[in-house]
């Protein structure tokens, strides 16, 4: 069953778990500008850019980043 991404309100980052202590890497929350997408953005770069994609790429990238877990 493919898994969906997190409901989060609209301004709740998510940080990825291998991001270690300092929240070193990617980010990812709802979009609040487009319905059913993400926003996936730099943790060390909060002021950043960030790139929005629908849920079924977001949950695609996701499956496919789970089979290179160590």
Same mark, same amino acid.
């Given at each position: 069953?493919? $898994?969906? !991404? !997190? #409901?989060?309100?609209?301004?709740?980052? *998510?940080? @990825? @778990?291998? +991001?270690? $202590? $300092?929240? +070193?890497?990617? #980010? %990812?929350? #709802?979009?609040? *500008? &487009? *319905?059913?997408?993400? =926003?996936?953005?730099? +943790?060390?770069?909060?002021?950043?850019? /960030?790139? @929005?994609? /629908?849920?079924?790429? %977001? *949950? &695609?990238?996701?499956?496919?980043? #789970? /089979?290179? =877990?160590?």
């Amino acid at each position: 069953m493919p $898994q969906h !991404p !997190p #409901r989060l309100a609209p301004d709740e980052w *998510t940080t @990825s @778990s291998y +991001s270690g $202590q $300092q929240g +070193s890497c990617v #980010r %990812w929350r #709802r979009d609040c *500008t &487009a *319905t059913d997408h993400i =926003e996936i953005g730099d +943790s060390k770069d909060p002021d950043g850019p /960030t790139l @929005s994609v /629908t849920a079924p790429v %977001w *949950t &695609a990238f996701v499956d496919f980043a #789970r /089979t290179f =877990e160590v």
